[in-house]
């Protein structure tokens, strides 16, 4: 039995929320990162698997500080020690913009030590275990260096999202075929699955040009088992169950879109004696930041601030990170007191913020007055699109009237001595 350990997306570097640890001077975001990463280090090591697979995106960019590489260096150092070979393929956090550039996990690959196995191009690698070889295609996140397109031509970006998607299907399938049918082999990428769900850190990826490649293009018959980094949210993508296609997801919250959701990495086992080489998986759940967001429509002008403490009250805030969401109704004041809202959470780990969430008042649409109104008529007629009370227009009308009345007896008797004009001779 192939016994390994499935993770990815550690991203080591992100930041969103949280402060300086007092004691190490560290971020405390990445200190969580690191503990999640390191309860799944510790796990491999104590169930003496065979190997530890991680698909891409050690860190948040493809220029960590020395900090990250050092933390992370340390949960790596662990499987080193244990002597359970680490295979890393390269995602696209971890590829610089730039051509020439070294990614951010050549450092492990140039590494004078053994059990480092680094794959930034598609590669099909017979790895060595204490229970026998298993193979391991890699496929690192799609780049036009390695996929060999023609750098000068000019393309729409969904021409060349076509173009990549169709060049990897090809690589995988080419070295599908020189697997050995007798020996187990996973497909381990940083891919995107047209099937997958994406998290609320993700979405975007949604509307964007990243290869997508279809279920079918990667559950080929040589591998028990299709390994992948890329989407933060934990899921199996495949309909057939036999032949999975599974994302650990992210390692820990990237941000509040994946507030509800569990982390945690894959344990693997795959059945090398048997015929068909099938593959069973469980996900292990690592230990995490809590996320919480508190939102509350309020009733109205009063005890708004009440409202919105006897909503956290029913929360567990110590240690978690918050985020406070109210809603006002359309032209009530916003008589929140932060200050108390803030005090009750004295002991949340981290406050987001306070936002409150009115819409916006109707606007106003301007009167429909005609040159044939009656001045009384345009009057009534704009003091309604004014909404202003029945008893103030019928006021104003009266007055317009006495006005009228009053202006018409001064120019009465101007009209009566007006003399008439002669006719010219």
Known sequence: MIRFVHTADFHFGVENYGKIDPETGIHTRLLDFHKALSSCVDRAVQ???????????AYKTAHPTPTQ???LFDCFLKLFNARIPLVMVVGNHDNPNSFGKAHALDLFGQL????????????RLVLETKSGPVQIVGIPWPTRSYIALNKTQTITPQELSLQMSTRVAELIRL???????????VLAGHLTVSSGLFSGSEKRAICGQDPCLLPSQLALSPFSYVALGHLHRYQQVNTD????IVY?????RIDFGERKEEKGFCLVSIDENDEKKNATYTFIKVPLRTFIQVEVTLSGQEYQTEELLAELK??????????????LPAGVKDRVDTRLIQQACASAHHIVGIFPIQPPPLRQTRSVLSVDMTVETALKTYLAAQKQPSDRIDRLAYLLQQLEREKLEELTPLLENKPECQPLV
């Open 47 to 57: 169930e003496k698997v065979d190997f530890f697979l991680f698909c891409g995106d």
């Open 69 to 71: 590489q050092r933390l």
């Open 112 to 123: 004078p030590l053994s059990g480092f196995h680094v794959i930034a191009k598609p590669t």
């Open 175 to 185: 070295l599908a075929d020189q697997c050995d049918p007798s020996i187990p082999a």
């Open 241 to 244: 169950p036999l032949q999975p």
């Open 248 to 252: 650990p997801g992210s390692i820990e």
């Open 314 to 327: 029913k929360e567990i805030l110590p240690d978690a990170i918050i985020k406070i969401i109210y809603h």
